[in-house]
């Protein structure tokens, strides 16, 4: 059985014989007196439709009905396509009445198809939205791969919430308090970090690929309940190379989506004007990295009026990271050494005895991309810290004391991604089926 992808991408040898189309009307219209019936169905494949043609006498077809269409491969006669189906057979499997089906054939706005979560990826944008999300996948297992990294599952189910801000879900059952054992408190995961350290002394470079869990409360258009995040861990990098990783990566995922998925992009661009030249531009540019201090102060001189004033100390909200993305460096930018008393226990802290060796990506249209920094290895100031939060992961601590090496990682927001790559405004629009606050659709 052939993909209509692997129908079109092989048609010049295929011409005069005969292919089989298995697939979803997305047009139906007859002509000649109703003795002629072109046929526009998709299957995934590919963005593209292929044009099914049928001569004789049939009844019509509705929008979304399923089919099988046997035919003749041709050179197409008309404007829209090189390449049609000549059919000698239309089987229809399923219809769709277009009296109950949820989706008019007309161009949907994504925020009602935000409540079709089981229809819409019938749609081009979603269809389109989610082959770039899967080729963003692949280019990121493969950017790994080529570099030595291992992938390592860890747990969704744990004991320790690695970011400490309270955020994480808790796991109980319905009958057994002490599922894991008595007074065992466990949680989702909030990020696989603690674990990825521990992968990386012994495996070296390693990187993490899995759902995260985080309940806050935030209905923004970069929040999620539930998301995927990508966690590289690497023995023997520092700050700096580990932000140098982080900007290949994102550039590579952009690169690939401009070589491999220009059909899809071009579909979004109809949603987001301009975007090719961005995507283009986001890799030929370099990315601008400075430090929180240069930050805070070219806030400070800009003279734009932020909600939050820019002044030393602060967690820089959304506003000011796309200030300083869009208004002032118009490129993706890189903000490292964050002040430690705003950031996570395990960084490292700077010879300053104020900053922290982290960094933070930051872009255009989205804020915080990537959170990264170089871990804290020294056992005994580790541990002072852990104390102060009251946090108790001795076997974390321990790393430390075994063949220990510096390592850095950082935790890049997929869906995040997706939506810079894609253009779309929304979290919830490029994520097959969203979790969010107060929204649990399915
Ligand atoms: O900055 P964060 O909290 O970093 C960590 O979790 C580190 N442990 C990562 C590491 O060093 N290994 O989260 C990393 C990224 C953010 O930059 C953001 O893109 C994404 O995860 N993220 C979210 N994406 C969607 N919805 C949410 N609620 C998110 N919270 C974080």
Redesign the pocket.
């Known amino acids: 059985m052939q993909t209509i992808h692997q129908i079109l991408d092989k048609a010049d040898s295929l011409i005069s014989k005969e292919v089989v189309v298995h697939g979803w009307v997305r047009a139906y219209r007859s002509g000649g007196s109703g003795k002629l019936h072109f046929i526009k169905v998709y299957d995934g494949s590919t963005i593209k439709d292929i044009q099914c043609v049928f001569e004789g006498t049939m009844d019509k077809l509705d929008y979304q009905s399923s089919v099988i269409i046997t035919g003749t491969l041709v050179t197409s006669p008309a404007k829209g396509q090189t390449h049609e189906v000549k059919a000698t057979s239309v089987k229809l499997l399923c219809g769709c009445d277009p009296t109950t089906f949820p989706l008019p054939q007309t161009e949907l706005e994504l925020q009602t198809l935000r409540h079709h979560p089981d229809l819409r990826m019938r749609l081009p944008t979603s269809q389109a939205i989610m082959r770039i999300r899967h080729r963003i996948t692949q280019t990121i297992h493969n950017f790994f791969d080529e570099q030595d990294f291992t992938l390592v599952q860890t747990p969704l189910i744990t004991q320790s919430d ?2 400490g ?1 309270g ?1 994480a879900f808790s796991v109980v059952t319905s009958a057994d308090k002490d599922f894991f054992g008595e007074g065992v408190k466990a949680y989702l995961t ?5 674990q ?1 350290e521990a992968a990386a002394r012994g495996l070296g470079r390693i990187y ?1 690929f899995g759902t ?1 869990f ?1 309940a ?1 409360k ?1 209905k923004t258009s ?4 539930e ?1 995927l ?1 990508i ?3 690497m023995a023997f990098y520092d700050m700096d190379m580990t932000i140098d990783l982080a900007i290949r990566m994102v550039k590579a995922c952009i690169q690939a989506c401009l070589v491999k998925c220009m059909d899809e992009i071009v579909v979004l661009e109809k949603k987001c004007p301009g975007l090719v030249k961005k995507l283009e531009d986001t890799v030929a540019k370099d990315f601008m990295i400075i430090t929180y201090t240069e930050a805070i102060e070219i806030l400070q001189k800009s003279g734009a009026t932020f909600e939050v004033a820019p002044v030393w100390g602060i967690d820089m909200s959304s506003e000011h990271e796309r200030f300083l993305t869009e208004n002032i460096f118009d490129r993706c930018t890189v903000v490292k050494c964050y002040p430690k008393d705003i950031k ?1 226990f ?1 960084m490292h802290e700077n010879d300053d005895g104020k900053t922290v060796a982290s960094f ?2 930051l872009i255009p249209g989205v804020g ?6 170089q871990r804290e290895v020294r056992y005994d100031v580790l541990k002072a810290k852990m104390d102060a939060k009251g946090l108790d992961y001795k076997w974390y601590q321990d790393l430390r004391r075994y063949g220990n090496v510096p390592t850095s ?9 997706v939506r810079y790559i894609t253009g779309i405004e929304h ?1 919830r629009d490029v994520v097959p089926f969203p979790v ?1 606050y107060q929204s649990l659709a399915m």
């Open positions: 690695c970011e801000a955020e909030v990020s696989g970090q603690l990825g993490t995260t985080r806050e935030s970069r929040h999620l309940a998301f995040m966690e590289p861990e996570a395990y933070d990506l915080e991309l990537i959170g990264g920094s990682g950082y935790g890049l927001g997929f869906d995040r991604l979290i969010a």
